[in-house]
């Protein structure tokens, strides 16, 4: 039988402002573990750029 794999510590991670203040985006922050990172996805308007989505990624280590 497994036991369940530990609770990881969670950290919100809000967007990144907008270019135009009549913009919207379609995440306004996403919640991920402490060992991830958020790769921002953006749409290029005419008025300026939003962010249009996310993918979650793996923090790189430091090097020594």
């Given amino acids: ?12 991670v809000p967007a990144p402002v907008l ?3 009549r913009l919207r985006s379609a995440v306004l922050s996403v919640l991920c573990a402490e ?3 958020v ?3 953006w749409t290029q308007t005419a008025e300026g750029r ?3 989505g996310y993918q979650i990624i793996p923090r790189k280590k430091p090097t020594r």
């Fill in 39 to 41: 790769d921002w996805l």
């Fill in 1 to 12: 039988m497994n036991s369940p794999e530990p609770s990881k510590r969670r950290r919100l």
């Fill in 50 to 52: 939003f962010v249009s």
């Fill in 19 to 21: 270019s135009h203040p």
């Fill in 35 to 37: 060992d991830e990172e």
